[in-house]
């Protein structure tokens, strides 16, 4: 891709308003970046649209405690398990026991946060295993 491509692209994005709510801004950058007439600086502009925030993500094989993380709207948690068990956990900043997830061979399950706080986590698992913490 050219670099006048990525400016031409980066130039449609950057003329949306700023003061506007997330959701606003994200449709005017939608019709703002439908009118770029070629597909690659589109592409472009569509890609920049995109949160840059990815959760948190943490990984482990056997038992272990993630770093605390902060909920303050609701959270999508997802969590998966290489091998046969695996029991998360989700612990309030006092340490008591929020949700106990349990997930009985390989796989996955989710969970959603829905209070505000500060949580960590506790996994005890056979295996090799990861939690996200969705945005």
């Known amino acids: 891709m050219s670099l006048r491509l ?16 997330r959701a606003d801004t994200l449709a005017a950058g939608l019709m703002t970046c439908r009118e770029v007439v070629s597909d690659a600086a589109r592409l472009a ?13 943490f990984t ?5 405690i ?7 709207t609701p959270r999508l948690m997802r969590f998966d398990s290489a091998d046969v068990i695996m029991v998360v956990y ?3 900043d006092s340490g008591a026991v929020v949700q106990n997830l349990h997930r009985g061979g390989a796989g996955g399950g989710e969970f959603l ?3 505000p706080g500060r949580y960590h986590l506790q996994v005890n698992a056979s295996g090799a295993w990861s939690v996200t913490v969705l945005p």
């Open 66 to 72: 993630t770093p605390e993380f902060t909920v303050e």
């Open 60 to 64: 482990g094989k056997g038992s272990g």
């Open 90 to 92: 989700l612990l309030d």
């Open 113 to 115: 946060i829905e209070n």
């Open 45 to 57: 502009c569509y890609d920049g649209l995109a949160p840059t925030v990815q959760g948190e993500r």
């Open 6 to 21: 990525v400016m031409h692209a980066f130039l449609a994005w950057s003329l949306l308003p700023t003061s506007l709510s």
